[in-house]
């Protein structure tokens, strides 16, 4: 066979094009910055929460539920988890100062001791946090947490509508929260 002969495209190769031109396609392959979803934010289709009811850590009650009408912030932590520990603090100032417009934020703690979330609540100024313990983790695998500390928007509706793996930043809480309040 001539080298002239291999480099001249025929019908294998013309196959091989439309079946990797038809795959691109079925796959809906897009520009790694191009978002999921047009209406998604940070790749999340807007969908109804989990459930997320129990007892709070002080005794209290919390039903996500009752919440609606208010932009919450879910924020998956824990004790040990030292990058949870140092967000908490703009959480917690965070619905401080939205808590007007009608931001809440829920923590949802997960494998951990009771006294121990206490003491990262009194260390960080977060005494106040609504937060439900997970001991086990399974709410948090119901709202398909993969790793802590992640934080979830869910809007009036009650419906999830962002995400944010990982540490939050005022710069995030301001483009993806704020304009939810302003609803």
Known sequence: MTARRLLRPGPAL?????????????????SPSAPL????ANGVTPAPAPALTGATLDG???????????VL???VF???CGPCRDELPLLVETERQWSPRGLRLVGLNVRDGAEAVRALLDETGARKLTVLPDPEGTRAVDW?????????????????????????????LEQRVAPLLAR
């Open 14 to 30: 013309a196959l091989v094009l439309i079946v990797a031109v038809g795959t691109v396609a079925a796959l809906g392959l897009r």
């Open 37 to 40: 979803d047009a209406g998604a």
């Open 60 to 70: 209290g009650r919390f039903d996500l539920t009752e919440a609606r009408g208010h």
């Open 73 to 75: 912030l879910v924020n």
């Open 78 to 80: 824990a004790s040990w």
């Open 144 to 172: 398909g947490v993969r790793a802590v500390p992640e934080t979830f928007v869910v809007d009036r509706d009650g419906r999830i509508v962002d995400r944010q793996p990982g540490v939050v930043t005022r710069q995030w």
